[in-house]
Every structure is written in structure tokens, then in C-alpha cells.
């Protein structure tokens, strides 16, 4: 798989590896489950969209940054849309989750909220 | 739409047809401080100037036959023939009017299968007017309507989008996407709550919040349609992002934002601007552009605002650039 470089800012990285604990909602949602902070890489592969994307044919690398028992927040390198379904695996679990809003950070970082749409594997962390 | 108690404005263009009318029409004339009047049910109106500005924006039908008028100015527009041999200004009145009935109808249904449905054959309607007349802004925007209705703002955005893509003789989409995109970029507004919609003082956090929340409702909306193109998806969706990167709801910069969306938030921008609005009169073209220019020139896609600015100025007679229409 391509890695290709997602540019996360400093202060964001800095957050991700320091901050642990409960994420308060933002701006822009209005979240129904408390989010857990992690940090994390993971693989991404689009599996539907309602809006053809040449750039997103293959899987993606990204940067989990939260999880709750209803969503997960992450970091890709490009553009996703709401409405896309992703299936995304990283350490301790595989979800497959529908893109629920997108945030540009730079042009080769985006913060993506997403629905979990169902549990795919769960691997005992020790 | 109701511009006195139940009566609903109409466009002259469309009445003085030679034809019976299946509805009465209502005029205001002089000392009169409602409409009267003027042609009844299944008689012919009196051809009117629609040279004379006075008598253009003074034809009025009963609310209850906003429907039957509707259907009229459907079957004119169908009938291709006759259309065609009309005046470019009456036929351009006649897509203009079909479209914001439509719109209003089918906005009433908050049905997004059946509005997209209407909004091909419109875009069709729209896209072939705009390829077939050399429709002036001026001429355009005196036949138009400037109230503060969603289904008359995506009217007017879908025009003026269209002529704007028509100057910019864009390649990579076709005029027909870029009319439909139009009718439909605000969808989303659906969604949210008319009192928040027409509130006429200023907007609080939540509610501006609330508000933004329309071009991702509207995308989202738009998704499970068939037949939408991405052009006419992103329209819906990024109409509100800015070059600068400081626009909603993803923040996307320059060559990010796509190009029927980076059209589409110029011309959304300048038909609110010379629309009325529950706060404020419409504004005159040149004060609209004025404002563009100085207050917000990075939000926008500098060679499509040049060119819109170039048709304002160009097509808009001096004597309409102060005066709100």
C-alpha cells in the first residue's frame, strides 16, 4: 500500500500523542456517545461513494484519533466526502463506517468524522 | 410569493399572449391600493409595453390559481415551436417564470426526488434559452423576481450561474449541469426551519450554525438521487467554501473548491446582495459588485468574479446601476 504523507501539523500531533482521556465535542457536532482520544495508524479502503473520486482507488493510510461506540475521528491525506463508506482497519479493531463531515486542515490533511455503520473484528489488546 | 393578501405577482411576458387565460389577472393602477382586475377568466389581456417598467411588475393572479398558473406557463414553455419564435426577452421571462412556479411548487412537497426530477427539464429549458439568446444581465434581472424565497433565489442562481458559465465558456461542464446545480445548490435549506430562514434581525451562534449546516444537508439529500452529477453534487456542496480557505463546511482553497461551486458562490453572493432580504432593500448591481470587490474579493475565484463583474457592468445600463430593480 501507498503511504502516502499526511501532513499533520505540529500542534495537532503534539495533542494526539499527549492527550488522552474523553474528547469534548466540537463546533461543528453534536456528539451522542463520549469519544475516547487515541492514537493510532490504520488502513482505509473505500468500499461505496455517491460521488466518483479518481484519487481514492487505493487503500489509504490514517491517523485514528478518537473512537466512541458510535463513531470514530481520523486523519487522511486527502478529501473525503460525506456519505462515502470506508472500511478501516487499525490495531485494536476493522469498522466499517460512513463519512459523516470532513474538515480541510492543509492540503494533505483533512480531520473526518465517521458513523460506524458495523463491527467488523475486534482484536484482544493486551 | 404573496406579494399583497392573496395575490401572488406574475410576469406580463406570460399574459399578454394571445390566447384565453384560465385564470383572472389583477393589476394595480393608478389610486388603486390593491389590485384590480384586468383580464377575467377565459378573455385575452391586452398586449402590454414590457418596454415600460411600471407595467411590467404590476400583474397579479389570486393564490388560489397559483396552480393553474403553473400549468400555464408549463404548456407554453412545452410548446417548443411557438417558444422559439417568441422575442428572446418573452421566451427568457417564460423559463424564468416556469422555473420559479416549479420551484415553488415543488419546494412546497420538500419531496428531493420530485425536485430533482422538476430541475432537469428546467436546466434543460434554461441552458437552451441561454445557448440560443444572447439574454443581457439587465434585461434578465428586470424580468425576474427579487423576493426572499428559496425557490426564487435558486431560480435567479441558476440563470445568472448559467450566463456566467456561458462568458467563461467553461469546457469541463456543460451549461445544462451548471442551470440544474443552480435550482438545486441551496436544497438543503429544506432542512432548516423557516423562522431561522427569514429571521429579520441577526442571527445568534446556534443559529448560524444551524444555518451552516445546508450544504452538507443539501449533498446528503442529493446523494440517494439518482442521475445527480457530481457537478450538480458539489454545487450543493461547496457553494458556501472560499478561496481563502475560510468558507464552510470543509474550509477547501482555490483549486480544491470545484468549478461549478467556485461560479455558483459568485453569483449566490450577488443575487442576495440584489435581492431583498427580511433586513434590507435589494441592493443596485453596481453597489452589489462594489460590495464584492472590497469586502469579500478573496473569498472568490478571482477570474470568475472578473467576469461576472465585466458582464454586470458591460450589459447593465448606467441608468439601472443605482436602483435596486
Known amino acids: 500500500m501507498p503511504r502516502k504523507l499526511i501532513d499533520l501539523p505540529p500542534h495537532i500531533r503534539k495533542k494526539l500523542e499527549e492527550e488522552r482521556g474523553t474528547e469534548a465535542p466540537n463546533f461543528f457536532e453534536e456528539r451522542r456517545c463520549p469519544r475516547f482520544r487515541c492514537h493510532s495508524s490504520g488502513v482505509a479502503k473505500l468500499l461505496s ?15 485514528i484519533s478518537n473512537l466512541s461506540r458510535s463513531g470514530l475521528g481520523l486523519f487522511a491525506h486527502q478529501q473525503w466526502f460525506p456519505e462515502q463508506v470506508f472500511r478501516v482497519e487499525f490495531d485494536v479493531a476493522t469498522f466499517v463506517a460512513r ?4 474538515r480541510r486542515i492543509t492540503d494533505r490533511c483533512y480531520e473526518v468524522g465517521l458513523q460506524i455503520c458495523t463491527l467488523e473484528d475486534r482484536k484482544d489488546v493486551p | ?93 417564460i423559463v424564468a417564470e416556469a422555473a420559479r412556479f416549479t420551484m415553488y411548487s415543488s419546494f412546497r412537497t420538500n419531496n428531493t426526488t420530485s425536485i430533482v426530477q422538476a430541475t432537469r427539464t428546467l436546466g434543460a429549458h434554461i441552458s437552451e434559452l ?52 443552480g435550482l438545486l445548490h441551496d436544497l438543503g435549506k429544506l432542512s432548516i426551519d423557516n423562522r431561522i430562514l427569514n429571521k429579520p434581525s441577526k442571527l445568534d451562534d446556534r443559529e448560524f450554525r444551524i444555518i451552516k449546516k445546508h450544504p452538507l444537508e443539501g449533498f446528503r439529500r442529493l446523494t440517494i438521487e439518482s442521475g445527480v452529477t457530481k457537478s450538480q453534487l458539489l454545487m450543493a456542496y461547496q457553494h458556501h467554501e472560499k478561496v481563502d480557505g475560510s468558507g464552510y463546511p470543509v474550509g477547501l482553497c482555490d483549486q480544491e473548491i470545484s468549478m ?21 432593500r435589494a441592493l443596485g448591481p453596481n453597489i452589489a ?15 470568475i468574479l472578473d467576469c461576472w463583474k465585466s458582464i454586470v457592468l458591460e450589459e447593465t445600463p448606467t441608468d439601472q446601476l443605482c436602483h435596486a430593480n
Do not use: W
Request: aromatic share 8%; proline share 4%; hydrophobic share 40%.
Open chain 2, 130 to 181: 441561454m445557448e440560443d439568446v444572447d439574454v443581457k444581465l439587465a434585461e434578465l434581472q428586470g424580468l425576474l423576481h427579487h423576493d426572499y424565497g428559496t425557490f426564487t433565489h435558486s431560480t435567479n442562481v441558476a440563470l445568472y450561474a448559467t450566463l456566467l458559465a456561458k462568458k467563461l465558456d467553461t469546457t469541463t461542464v456543460s451549461n445544462e449541469d451548471i442551470a440544474i446545480g
Open chain 1, 49 to 63: 461513494s455517491p460521488i466518483e473520486n479518481e484519487l481514492q482507488s487505493e487503500d489509504e493510510f490514517v491517523i
Open chain 1, 99 to 102: 463519512v459523516a463531515r470532513v
Open chain 2, 1 to 93: 410569493m404573496i406579494d399583497f393578501e392573496d395575490f401572488v405577482r406574475v410576469s406580463p411576458h406570460c399574459i399578454s399572449l394571445d390566447e384565453g387565460l384560465p385564470f383572472d389577472v389583477f393589476a394595480i393602477v393608478e389610486g388603486s391600493r390593491v389590485p384590480v382586475l384586468y383580464a377575467a377568466k377565459g378573455t385575452t389581456a391586452n398586449p402590454i409595453d414590457s418596454s415600460d417598467p411600471s407595467s411590467t411588475s404590476n400583474l397579479f393572479i389570486r393564490v388560489h390559481d397559483v396552480e393553474n398558473y403553473q400549468s400555464f406557463v408549463q404548456s407554453l414553455l412545452l410548446d417548443g415551436n411557438r417558444v422559439h419564435r417568441l422575442p428572446g426577452i418573452q421566451r427568457a421571462s
Open chain 2, 260 to 280: 461549478p461551486a467556485r461560479i455558483c458562490a459568485v453569483v449566490d453572493v450577488y443575487e442576495a446582495l440584489t435581492s431583498n432580504r427580511p433586513y434590507r
Open chain 2, 289 to 303: 459588485m462594489e460590495i464584492m470587490e472590497k469586502q469579500s474579493a478573496e473569498h472568490f475565484d478571482r477570474n
